[in-house]
């Protein structure tokens, strides 16, 4: 339905976890955004969410699905029936000729929770195939793979995020927070103002800044870090003996390693001084209420599930999971990088963060489905797997993508990219023309944040509603329609597939009944009303879960685990051909692949190209120069970005954003090896060279 103009929708942001909360204001000629007080933000809003009204304003925003005839041949403006039509003919007959596992979907950590769950659905009924992933195994799936051993189940914040302004000590591990999720810096301002925020990062950043202690390893050294902190919790007295015998199981086999890491020892490897180690263990051993969170800089690496691992045993050593004011979280990264890992867009899941191979999950959600549990496939390849046998013998002929960039976001991206153009079909959904979209086959020009009703889940678990604040263009469908026509057009029963989002959600309600993230009891009605539901929330009557673990862990026995691990370094350690560390992450002006932000002129203008950080003296080195243009090389490719000298970075290391297009994609040089559990590609360390561009 057309919203009136004039309205104020009280709804979220469209970029971070933190989901910020925000008024949007349609006022006829263009709609506008104002922060709204709420938990997560506390009224505040960084400059992108204070600028998210111009997406829906983006130049080249696309109001007509575009279809390309062959490859070499310009994408042309289509009708609707034209374009469904043309996509399930070819769906049709690539699984006639090769079977489902012949199409591939590739989803993302943006998708409302409703869109997530259709989607998974859509590949394992519609498409029958079990080639299907999302980007955020680029993102979460460390700390939810390290999340699961530990405790039993995954939720980023196991506690509402205003618990942390109550904390005396906070270490924060692999987060630049001040630029990554500004109002973020609220929560965490008490403890540095008390003296006891900590910040783990190889370089100097903008939330380094406000610590009191800034611990700046060599990247790919964090685990062994962790475990120098955790021999200095033993050998300094702070260790939780009841605690850990009460509440925990397997600290004897950690300890066994952690023994041989020695503080001193941990700073050969690292460059953190012991003094250092020790006096944040201190921090956190002397505060009533302590908090160890995680976020990326320390979980994409190839072992990146072990160094979270790490991080949690610290943790529970100083006993502080499960308990009022003090524990463990990790900041999940996407808008609903929570939502969009529990309701089946994984490879590995169903709804309700199911497993795919669990029988009962299986019998379970095929009955919400009415379908054969023995029709659903079994578990896919992870995300750069699957992006990596495009085209190949085994691999998918086509790829369906839905709020993803792949060509700017994947790791080892030349490669990447080189694959999509191997598929005979690729399709994308998306608002503006983004560097995938402009290889894609056919394009769907789909609706916007503030153009639909939705939910998300944010970084501590809590389902919120965003609602329709402006009427979208016209010509322009939701995701929710295109899985609809296309499902349709597969031979679906039409209310298969609903397009009414609060009707996918009751669907996505029952078909996550008892399992971990249980959603049951949620309901818009609930929601509208502003109730903080965080799951699981089993019945309609059941008030939800905003912290975790206070009696007992997820494990049948109640207990957490101790998860003994042991530092290997990176994949890729520097050489004399490749002498520098490169690390990556986001800058304060730009999120993700940058396909929304490059598309706002003020956040253009403030971040308008890629740059490396170099510290003088490796500048010298190299013989590159301050706001000249470089080349970053690495194994896999190389890329041009402008020198930025500064100080505080490591001299073996170099910083690139990764938010930019072409020959300044940051992941030209990323590694893809994988974790071996979470899958997770090694994106924030390899080897590189510099030189004069």
Same mark, same amino acid.
């Given at each position: ?151 039993? %189940?995954? *939720?980023?914040?196991?506690? +509402?995020? =205003? !618990?942390?302004?109550? #904390?005396? @000590?906070? &270490?924060?591990?692999?987060? $630049? ?88 020892? %941990?700073? *050969?490897?690292?460059?953190? +001084?012991? =003094? !250092?180690?020790?006096? #944040?263990? @201190?921090? &956190?051993?002397?505060?009533? $209420? ?102 190949? #013998? ?111 959600? #009751? ?187």
């Amino acid at each position: 339905m057309p919203v009136d103009a004039r309205v104020e929708v009280d709804t979220h942001c469209p970029y971070c976890a933190l989901q910020c909360g925000m008024v949007v204001r349609d006022e006829r000629a263009e709609a506008t955004v104002a922060p709204r007080e709420f938990p997560t933000n506390r009224g505040g809003l960084c400059q992108k969410g204070w600028t998210a009204a111009s997406l829906l304003q983006a130049p080249g925003r696309l109001t007509t699905p575009l279809l390309r005839e062959h490859r070499g041949a310009p994408l042309r403006p289509v009708g609707w029936t034209e374009a469904l039509d043309y996509v399930a003919l070819r769906l049709h007959e690539l699984r006639d000729r090769l079977g489902p596992d012949a199409v591939g979907v590739f989803g993302g950590g943006g998708l409302t929770n409703e869109k997530a769950y259709l989607l998974g659905k859509f590949a394992r009924v519609a498409l029958g195939t079990s080639k299907i992933d999302y980007n955020g195994r680029f993102c979460m799936s460390s700390a939810a793979a390290a999340g699961i051993k530990a405790f039993g %189940v995954d *939720r980023g914040l196991p506690f +509402p995020v =205003a !618990d942390l302004a109550s #904390a005396d @000590a906070i &270490l924060l591990v692999g987060a $630049n927070v001040a630029e990554t999720m500004p109002p973020f810096m609220r929560h965490v301002r008490p403890a540095a103002d008390k003296g006891g925020l900590i910040v783990v990062d190889p370089r100097r950043t903008a939330t380094a800044e406000a610590a009191s202690l800034h611990l700046q390893p060599a990247p790919g050294t964090d685990l062994a870090l962790a475990l120098g902190m955790l021999h200095a919790v033993v050998a300094d007295g702070h260790l939780d003996h009841s605690y850990i015998a009460e509440r925990t199981t397997g600290f004897d086999d950690v300890w066994r390693i952690a023994a041989a890491w020695w503080p001193e020892r %941990v700073e *050969r490897i690292t460059g953190v +001084p012991a =003094a !250092d180690q020790r006096a #944040a263990v @201190a921090l &956190l051993a002397r505060a009533r $209420n302590a908090y160890v969170l995680t976020a990326r800089g320390t979980e994409q690496h190839a072992s990146g599930v072990a160094t979270v691992s790490a991080w949690i045993n610290l943790c529970l050593a100083l006993g502080l999971c499960g308990r009022k004011g003090s524990g463990f979280g990790c900041l999940t990264g996407q808008g609903n990088g929570q939502g969009g890992r529990e309701h089946g867009q994984k490879a590995d899941q169903l709804p309700g963060y199911r497993k795919i191979d669990d029988p009962a999950a299986r019998e379970h959600v095929a009955g919400v489905w009415g379908v054969d549990a023995a029709e659903l496939p079994g578990a896919g390849p992870s995300a750069y797997e699957l992006l990596d046998s495009l085209g190949t #013998a085994n691999g998918p002929k086509a790829l369906l993508v839905f709020g993803s960039n792949i060509v700017v976001s994947a790791p080892r991206a030349g490669h990447i990219a080189d694959r999509l153009e191997s598929l005979e079909l690729l399709v994308t959904s998306d608002f503006v023309l983004s560097e995938t979209a402009a290889v894609a086959d056919v394009v769907f020009p789909v609706t916007q944040w503030a153009e639909e009703s939705g939910t998300m889940t944010n970084l501590e678990g809590r389902i919120l509603l965003r609602g329709q604040a402006v009427t979208p263009p016209l010509g322009v469908r939701s995701d929710l329609d295109v899985l609809h026509g296309l499902a349709v057009r597969l031979g679906q029963p039409a209310d298969r597939f609903p397009v009414d989002p609060e009707t996918a959600f #009751a669907e996505l309600g029952r078909a996550s009944a008892g399992g971990p993230a249980d959603y049951a009891g949620v309901s818009y009605d609930r929601l509208r009303a502003g109730e903080a539901l965080h799951w699981p929330v089993p019945a309609a009557d059941h008030p939800g879960t905003p912290r975790l673990f206070l009696d007992r862990f997820a494990h049948p026995d109640g207990l957490a685990r101790f998860k003994a691990v042991d530092h290997v370094g990176p994949a890729e350690p520097p050489d004399p051909e490749f002498p520098l560390h490169a690390t990556t992450g986001r800058v304060l002006q730009h999120y993700q692949s940058g396909a929304q932000t490059r598309r706002v002129p003020v956040l253009m203008d403030a971040s308008p190209e890629a740059f490396v950080e170099v510290h003088p003296d490796t500048a010298r080195r190299f013989d590159v120069h301050d706001g000249q243009w470089a080349l970053v090389e690495s194994r896999r490719g190389a890329v041009r970005a402008r020198v930025r000298c500064v100080t505080t970075i490591r001299p073996d290391t170099v910083f690139l954003p990764f938010h930019f297009p072409g020959a300044q994609r940051a992941n030209l040089l990323t590694n893809p090896a994988l974790d071996p559990t979470s899958r997770m590609p090694e994106f924030k360390v390899c080897a590189v060279r510099l030189g004069a561009a």
